[in-house]
């Protein structure tokens, strides 16, 4: 399932009122687009990630690196397709900060925050990185790759859609369809919370988020009848 932000955000209905009264209010008071936000150990101002709203996207402008996720996002035991389509707007030529999509999130609000994550940055590269509390595992270090679009010149604005998908025994991760990197999907934590994860000072629009069962695979051409 494919639905813009505005979309999602209608069928949640923050801050509708109506009969019944009987339902609690949150605990805390959820961001436009029904996200949550936490930073990065060590940064005390949830103030400079700031979260907005518009009928195209989901804007995530960051001064310190933080989490974004929304409540609902949560991914399940079996095949999945975790996948977002992000734009970046006034970043400099082969800036080196990333963003990108996690999964697997739990403990998202506390220093024991645990998820695994793909990213690219401005400069045409690409990393996944596994997280667990103060600790974070190198799956793949900053490497480069076609498939990432990056900013050349000034003024590009580069938009890249990133995919986690599962499927049998396999997880593959995927920059605009291209599969940058496979693992097996026993070596990686899945379930749990699934967002986005913006670095310091970026300005990124999500305009299309999907959790899902994957597509059906793709027969293949070249065999005969």
Same mark, same amino acid.
């Given at each position: 399932?494919?639905?813009?932000?505005?979309?999602?955000?209608?069928?949640?209905?923050? %801050?509708?009122?109506?009969?019944?009264?009987?339902?609690?209010?949150?605990?805390?008071?959820?961001?436009?687009?029904?996200?949550?936000?936490?930073?990065?150990?060590?940064?005390?101002?949830?103030?400079?990630?700031?979260?907005?709203?518009?009928?195209?996207?989901?804007?995530?402008?960051?001064?310190?690196? %933080?989490?974004?996720?929304?409540?609902?996002?949560?991914?399940? *035991?079996?095949?999945?397709?975790?996948?977002?389509?992000?734009?970046?707007?006034?970043?400099?030529?082969?800036?080196?900060?990333?963003?990108?999509?996690?999964?697997? %999130?739990?403990?998202?609000?506390?220093?024991?925050?645990?998820?695994?994550?793909?990213?690219?940055?401005?400069?045409?590269?690409?990393?996944?990185?596994?997280?667990?509390?103060?600790?974070?595992?190198?799956?793949?270090?900053?490497?480069?790759?076609?498939?990432?679009?990056?900013?050349?010149?000034?003024?590009?604005?580069?938009?890249?859609?990133?995919?986690?998908?599962?499927?049998?025994?396999?997880?593959?991760?995927?920059?605009?369809?291209?599969?940058?990197?496979?693992?097996?999907?026993?070596?990686?934590?899945?379930?749990?919370?699934?967002?986005?994860?913006?670095?310091?000072? !970026?300005?990124?629009?999500?305009?299309?988020?999907? !959790?899902?069962? *994957?597509? *059906? *695979?793709?027969?293949?051409?070249?065999?005969?009848?």
């Amino acid at each position: 399932m494919r639905l813009l932000p505005s979309v999602l955000a209608a069928m949640l209905c923050v %801050g509708c009122t109506g009969g019944g009264g009987d339902q609690p209010p949150p605990e805390e008071p959820l961001l436009p687009g029904g996200y949550r936000t936490h930073l990065d150990p060590g940064r005390s101002d949830p103030g400079q990630f700031t979260v907005g709203e518009t009928p195209e996207m989901v804007r995530f402008t960051t001064g310190p690196a %933080g989490l974004a996720w929304r409540p609902q996002d949560v991914v399940e *035991p079996g095949d999945v397709l975790v996948e977002g389509t992000l734009h970046v707007y006034g970043a400099p030529v082969d800036y080196r900060e990333g963003y990108g999509v996690f999964v697997g %999130g739990r403990d998202l609000e506390s220093s024991d925050a645990s998820y695994a994550y793909l990213m690219v940055r401005p400069s045409g590269d690409f990393t996944i990185r596994e997280r667990r509390g103060d600790v974070t595992e190198t799956v793949v270090d900053w490497t480069p790759h076609d498939a990432v679009q990056g900013v050349g010149v000034d003024g590009d604005e580069p938009v890249n859609t990133l995919g986690i998908q599962a499927r049998g025994a396999e997880v593959a991760f995927t920059v605009n369809g291209a599969v940058v990197f496979r693992m097996g999907v026993s070596d990686v934590e899945l379930q749990g919370l699934a967002g986005i994860r913006v670095n310091h000072r !970026l300005d990124v629009g999500l305009t299309t988020w999907s !959790l899902g069962p *994957p597509p *059906p *695979p793709v027969a293949d051409s070249t065999s005969g009848t």
